[in-house]
T-cell receptor
Framework: GDSVTQTEGPVTLSEGTSLTVNCSYETKQYPTLFWYVQYPGEGPQLLFKVPKANEKGSSRGFEATYNKEATSFHLQKASVQESDSAVYYCALRNMGYKLTFGTGTSLLVDP | NAGVIQTPRHKVTGKGQEATLWCEPISGHSAVFWYRQTIVQGLEFLTYFRNQAPIDDSGMPKERFSAQMPNQSHSTLKIQSTQPQDSAVYLC??????????FGPGTRLTVL
Protein backbone atom coordinates (compact mmCIF):
# COMPACT_ATOMS: atom_id res chain seq x y z
CA GLY A 1 0.00 0.00 0.00
CA ASP A 2 0.85 3.68 0.03
CA SER A 3 3.21 5.09 2.65
CA VAL A 4 4.42 8.56 3.59
CA THR A 5 7.48 9.37 5.72
CA GLN A 6 8.23 12.80 7.12
CA THR A 7 10.67 14.64 9.41
CA GLU A 8 10.44 13.48 12.97
CA GLY A 9 9.44 16.09 15.50
CA PRO A 10 9.16 18.00 17.62
CA VAL A 11 10.95 20.91 16.01
CA THR A 12 11.62 24.06 18.02
CA LEU A 13 12.61 27.25 16.21
CA SER A 14 13.05 30.88 17.09
CA GLU A 15 10.78 33.39 15.39
CA GLY A 16 12.27 34.60 12.14
CA THR A 17 14.26 31.47 11.40
CA SER A 18 13.61 29.12 8.49
CA LEU A 19 11.72 25.84 8.48
CA THR A 20 12.11 22.73 6.34
CA VAL A 21 10.00 19.63 6.79
CA ASN A 22 11.02 16.71 4.63
CA CYS A 23 8.50 14.28 3.21
CA SER A 24 8.89 11.27 0.96
CA TYR A 25 6.43 8.67 -0.23
CA GLU A 26 6.00 5.26 -1.78
CA THR A 27 3.16 4.35 -4.06
CA LYS A 28 2.61 2.38 -7.24
CA GLN A 29 0.15 4.95 -8.56
CA TYR A 30 0.29 8.61 -9.57
CA PRO A 31 -0.56 10.53 -6.42
CA THR A 32 -1.82 13.98 -5.63
CA LEU A 33 0.20 15.47 -2.78
CA PHE A 34 -0.86 17.79 0.03
CA TRP A 35 0.32 19.59 3.11
CA TYR A 36 -2.10 19.86 6.04
CA VAL A 37 -1.79 21.78 9.31
CA GLN A 38 -3.47 20.89 12.61
CA TYR A 39 -3.94 23.19 15.58
CA PRO A 40 -4.80 21.92 19.06
CA GLY A 41 -8.41 20.84 19.40
CA GLU A 42 -9.08 21.05 15.67
CA GLY A 43 -9.05 18.72 12.72
CA PRO A 44 -6.40 18.98 10.03
CA GLN A 45 -6.91 21.77 7.53
CA LEU A 46 -5.50 21.95 4.04
CA LEU A 47 -2.45 24.17 3.75
CA PHE A 48 -2.14 23.59 0.02
CA LYS A 49 -2.09 21.04 -2.73
CA VAL A 50 1.39 20.49 -4.13
CA PRO A 51 1.35 21.17 -7.86
CA LYS A 52 2.94 19.12 -10.58
CA ALA A 53 6.58 18.17 -10.56
CA ASN A 54 9.06 21.04 -10.59
CA GLU A 55 6.38 23.62 -9.82
CA LYS A 56 6.11 25.38 -6.47
CA GLY A 57 2.95 25.55 -4.43
CA SER A 58 2.52 28.10 -1.68
CA SER A 59 0.16 29.38 0.98
CA ARG A 60 0.54 31.63 4.05
CA GLY A 61 4.26 32.00 3.31
CA PHE A 62 4.84 28.25 3.12
CA GLU A 63 6.19 26.69 -0.08
CA ALA A 64 6.59 23.15 -1.33
CA THR A 65 8.36 21.72 -4.34
CA TYR A 66 7.69 18.26 -5.65
CA ASN A 67 10.63 16.17 -6.83
CA LYS A 68 9.07 13.37 -8.84
CA GLU A 69 12.32 11.46 -9.35
CA ALA A 70 13.08 11.42 -5.64
CA THR A 71 9.37 10.92 -4.74
CA SER A 72 9.70 13.70 -2.21
CA PHE A 73 8.01 17.00 -1.48
CA HIS A 74 9.39 19.27 1.19
CA LEU A 75 7.68 22.09 3.07
CA GLN A 76 9.61 25.30 3.60
CA LYS A 77 9.09 28.71 5.14
CA ALA A 78 11.74 31.38 5.16
CA SER A 79 10.71 33.10 8.39
CA VAL A 80 8.42 31.37 10.90
CA GLN A 81 6.13 33.19 13.30
CA GLU A 82 4.84 32.14 16.69
CA SER A 83 1.41 31.64 15.09
CA ASP A 84 2.90 28.90 12.89
CA SER A 85 3.21 26.63 15.92
CA ALA A 86 1.17 23.56 14.97
CA VAL A 87 1.52 20.02 13.65
CA TYR A 88 2.22 19.71 9.93
CA TYR A 89 1.28 16.63 7.92
CA CYS A 90 2.19 15.65 4.42
CA ALA A 91 -0.34 13.43 2.69
CA LEU A 92 -1.03 11.74 -0.59
CA ARG A 93 -4.20 10.79 -2.36
CA ASN A 94 -4.58 8.25 -5.08
CA MET A 95 -7.57 7.32 -7.21
CA GLY A 96 -9.53 6.07 -4.25
CA TYR A 97 -9.81 9.57 -2.69
CA LYS A 98 -8.67 8.50 0.77
CA LEU A 99 -5.73 10.40 2.24
CA THR A 100 -2.60 8.66 3.49
CA PHE A 101 -0.87 10.87 6.03
CA GLY A 102 2.67 11.08 7.28
CA THR A 103 3.34 10.87 10.99
CA GLY A 104 3.21 14.62 11.50
CA THR A 105 5.87 17.14 12.52
CA SER A 106 5.17 19.23 15.59
CA LEU A 107 6.53 22.77 15.29
CA LEU A 108 6.97 25.08 18.24
CA VAL A 109 8.09 28.63 17.50
CA ASP A 110 9.55 30.61 20.38
CA PRO A 111 8.78 34.33 20.27
CA ASN B 1 -20.96 27.88 6.92
CA ALA B 2 -20.60 26.03 10.20
CA GLY B 3 -18.10 23.55 8.88
CA VAL B 4 -18.21 19.84 9.65
CA ILE B 5 -19.97 19.22 12.95
CA GLN B 6 -19.07 16.27 15.13
CA THR B 7 -20.87 15.24 18.28
CA PRO B 8 -20.11 14.58 21.00
CA ARG B 9 -16.72 16.27 21.26
CA HIS B 10 -15.73 13.95 24.08
CA LYS B 11 -17.10 10.55 24.99
CA VAL B 12 -16.08 8.25 27.82
CA THR B 13 -17.27 4.65 27.78
CA GLY B 14 -16.61 1.61 29.89
CA LYS B 15 -15.02 -1.45 28.37
CA GLY B 16 -17.65 -3.47 26.54
CA GLN B 17 -20.09 -0.61 26.05
CA GLU B 18 -21.25 0.74 22.70
CA ALA B 19 -20.23 4.14 21.32
CA THR B 20 -21.96 6.03 18.52
CA LEU B 21 -20.26 9.03 16.99
CA TRP B 22 -22.11 11.54 14.81
CA CYS B 23 -20.98 13.65 11.90
CA GLU B 24 -22.86 16.37 10.04
CA PRO B 25 -21.05 17.20 6.79
CA ILE B 26 -20.97 20.60 5.18
CA SER B 27 -24.23 21.18 3.34
CA GLY B 28 -23.94 20.24 -0.32
CA HIS B 29 -20.88 18.05 0.09
CA SER B 30 -21.33 14.66 -1.51
CA ALA B 31 -18.45 12.78 0.12
CA VAL B 32 -17.93 11.90 3.78
CA PHE B 33 -14.78 10.35 5.23
CA TRP B 34 -13.96 8.91 8.65
CA TYR B 35 -10.40 8.84 10.03
CA ARG B 36 -8.92 7.80 13.36
CA GLN B 37 -6.05 9.62 15.05
CA THR B 38 -3.83 8.15 17.76
CA ILE B 39 -0.38 8.96 19.05
CA VAL B 40 0.96 5.58 17.97
CA GLN B 41 -0.70 5.10 14.57
CA GLY B 42 -1.21 8.73 13.56
CA LEU B 43 -4.01 9.57 11.14
CA GLU B 44 -5.61 6.49 9.60
CA PHE B 45 -8.37 6.26 7.02
CA LEU B 46 -11.38 4.23 8.10
CA THR B 47 -14.18 4.56 5.54
CA TYR B 48 -15.69 6.75 2.82
CA PHE B 49 -19.19 7.48 1.48
CA ARG B 50 -20.15 9.23 -1.73
CA ASN B 51 -23.75 10.32 -2.24
CA GLN B 52 -24.58 8.28 0.89
CA ALA B 53 -23.30 5.04 -0.65
CA PRO B 54 -20.39 3.22 0.99
CA ILE B 55 -17.45 3.31 -1.41
CA ASP B 56 -14.38 2.19 0.51
CA ASP B 57 -14.27 0.67 4.01
CA SER B 58 -10.80 -0.80 3.70
CA GLY B 59 -9.58 0.89 6.89
CA MET B 60 -12.39 -0.29 9.13
CA PRO B 61 -11.55 -2.97 11.67
CA LYS B 62 -13.40 -6.10 10.62
CA GLU B 63 -15.17 -6.54 13.90
CA ARG B 64 -17.15 -4.20 16.12
CA PHE B 65 -16.89 -1.13 13.83
CA SER B 66 -19.64 -0.03 11.46
CA ALA B 67 -20.51 3.20 9.66
CA GLN B 68 -23.67 4.41 8.04
CA MET B 69 -24.94 7.41 6.15
CA PRO B 70 -28.73 7.25 6.25
CA ASN B 71 -29.18 10.67 4.68
CA GLN B 72 -27.06 13.44 3.18
CA SER B 73 -27.00 15.42 6.40
CA HIS B 74 -25.37 12.95 8.74
CA SER B 75 -23.18 9.93 9.12
CA THR B 76 -22.56 7.73 12.15
CA LEU B 77 -19.66 5.59 13.27
CA LYS B 78 -20.64 2.87 15.73
CA ILE B 79 -18.24 0.87 17.83
CA GLN B 80 -19.69 -2.13 19.64
CA SER B 81 -18.13 -3.63 22.74
CA THR B 82 -15.52 -0.88 23.00
CA GLN B 83 -12.01 -1.80 24.08
CA PRO B 84 -9.25 0.41 25.55
CA GLN B 85 -7.36 0.23 22.24
CA ASP B 86 -10.30 1.97 20.55
CA SER B 87 -9.43 5.15 22.47
CA ALA B 88 -8.62 7.76 19.85
CA VAL B 89 -9.80 10.94 18.20
CA TYR B 90 -12.26 10.08 15.46
CA LEU B 91 -12.32 12.63 12.67
CA CYS B 92 -14.99 13.15 10.05
CA UNK B 93 -14.31 15.04 6.82
CA UNK B 94 -16.50 16.07 3.92
CA UNK B 95 -15.73 17.10 0.39
CA UNK B 96 -17.41 18.44 -2.70
CA UNK B 97 -14.32 18.31 -4.89
CA UNK B 98 -11.66 15.83 -5.76
CA UNK B 99 -9.02 17.70 -3.80
CA UNK B 100 -10.00 19.30 -0.52
CA UNK B 101 -11.38 17.43 2.44
CA UNK B 102 -12.73 19.61 5.23
CA PHE B 103 -12.24 18.07 8.65
CA GLY B 104 -14.38 18.43 11.73
CA PRO B 105 -12.87 18.97 15.18
CA GLY B 106 -13.12 15.29 16.03
CA THR B 107 -14.63 13.22 18.81
CA ARG B 108 -12.22 12.14 21.52
CA LEU B 109 -13.24 8.65 22.63
CA THR B 110 -11.84 7.33 25.89
CA VAL B 111 -12.52 3.72 26.82
CA LEU B 112 -11.87 2.95 30.46
Amino acid sequence: GDSVTQTEGPVTLSEGTSLTVNCSYETKQYPTLFWYVQYPGEGPQLLFKVPKANEKGSSRGFEATYNKEATSFHLQKASVQESDSAVYYCALRNMGYKLTFGTGTSLLVDP
Amino acid sequence: NAGVIQTPRHKVTGKGQEATLWCEPISGHSAVFWYRQTIVQGLEFLTYFRNQAPIDDSGMPKERFSAQMPNQSHSTLKIQSTQPQDSAVYLCASSSTVYEQYFGPGTRLTVL
